[in-house]
């Protein structure tokens, strides 16, 4: 079974970057869709970006376009988000989740969950 694990979140002013980082284990060949989603207090798990592990390819929600960008590293086997120009409506935790088809961006398609990691945006 796929096992995820968040790091890289923290507290952050507005403007600054961040580049959260998720280790992946346990991955088989047909785990192929790993994917980025956040959830601010109070409101749904939304998706935020997904990489094809086999070629790179990538997806990225319509409300973070231009600021995030997802990739991942082979050799040693993480996906990154890095996201700049920080606002404070980005404050949510982060979770790396995979499963489904890429380029799935739907939360119940994805069956392996990471334990989150929390980005704290101030002004």
């Known amino acids: 079974q796929v096992q995820l694990v968040e790091s890289g979140g923290g507290p952050v002013q507005a403007g600054d970057s961040l580049r959260p980082s998720c280790a992946v284990s346990?991955?088989?060949?047909?785990?192929?869709?790993i994917g980025w989603f956040r959830q601010a207090p109070g409101k749904e798990r939304g998706f935020v970006a997904a990489?094809?592990?086999?070629?790179?390819?990538?997806v990225h929600a319509a409300s973070v376009k231009g600021r995030f960008t997802v990739s991942r590293d082979n050799a040693k086997n993480t996906v990154s988000l890095q996201i700049n120009s920080l606002k404070p409506e980005d404050t949510a935790v982060y979770y790396c989740?995979?499963?489904?088809?890429?380029?799935?961006?739907?939360?119940?398609?994805?069956?392996?969950w990471g334990p989150g990691t929390q980005v704290t945006v101030s002004s």
């Open positions: 989740a995979a499963g489904g088809m890429f380029p799935s961006n739907r939360a119940a398609d994805f069956r392996s």
């Open positions: 990489v094809s592990w086999s070629r790179g390819s990538t």
């Open positions: 346990g991955r088989t060949f047909s785990t192929d869709n």
